[in-house]
């Protein structure tokens, strides 16, 4: 593993397989797969660094999370071609398809529903028309994000 190439890579495997399943739907697919799935960081991943200053030298193999004096989250880096990159960049604009429960989106981020005003209304359009709804109740499994901000 190497930090130096611009990512920090995770072996996706395969955690757990059900025995003789036949999925119903592909809503049921997609509410079963997070269960079926994990990621396996690297051993040889330094660790995380977390503080206001940049690390030293001897932290130059670890990520660095940035926050800012009361304790917020600024971004994470990682040492790159002698400088601290970030890896984080996601900006308002960019928009993450989720898999999920809309009522509970991940920190940072909004649904992208209509009356979004980032977005025009012709685009918000195409996008929740691809939405897959919960069930039962109100919200979302597949529906789209964008970063608005820890």
Do not use: H
Not at 3 to 9: E, S
């Amino acid at each position: 593993m190497s930090i130096i190439q611009d990512v920090v890579k995770g072996a996706l495997k395969l955690a757990t397989l059900p025995d003789r399943v036949c999925f119903s739907s592909w809503r049921d697919f997609l509410e079963q797969l997070p269960k079926m799935l994990s990621v396996e960081i690297p051993a040889n991943l330094g660790g995380v660094v977390t503080q206001q200053a940049e690390p030293g030298v001897d932290d130059r193999n670890k990520l660095w999370l940035r926050i800012d004096p009361s304790g917020n989250v600024i971004n994470l880096y990682a040492y790159q071609q002698g400088n601290w990159e970030i890896l984080v960049t996601d900006t308002a604009y960019d928009i993450k398809w989720t898999v999920g429960d809309s009522n509970t989106p991940q920190n940072g981020y909004t649904v992208i529903l209509p009356g979004d005003t980032l977005f025009p209304n012709s685009v918000v359009s195409v996008l929740v028309a691809q939405y897959i709804p919960l069930a039962p109740g109100p919200g979302y499994l597949y529906f789209a994000t964008r970063f608005s901000g820890y």
